[in-house]
């Protein structure tokens, strides 16, 4: 998944918004997906290392 399909936020209390940008191909556009990690959660680390990317710009 390429950074503009996605977005991603930090919350004051550390959780990680993940927002999927929704794709409409027929007309038809449906909402964005929607995720929230939390620390100690088995992907958050890989979110947030994506996280620190985009605040960098790159």
Same mark, same amino acid.
């Given at each position: 998944m390429n950074r503009s399909?996605?977005?991603i936020e930090r919350k004051p209390n550390g959780v990680l918004l993940v927002r999927v940008h929704s794709v409409d191909? /027929?007309?038809?556009?449906?909402p964005d997906a929607v995720f929230t990690f939390?620390?100690?959660d088995?992907?958050? /680390?890989?979110?947030q290392k994506r996280f620190q990317e985009q605040q960098?710009?790159?």
């Open positions: 399909q996605y977005t191909l /027929e007309g038809k556009p449906l939390r620390p100690n088995p992907q958050y /680390e890989s979110w960098a710009g790159k």
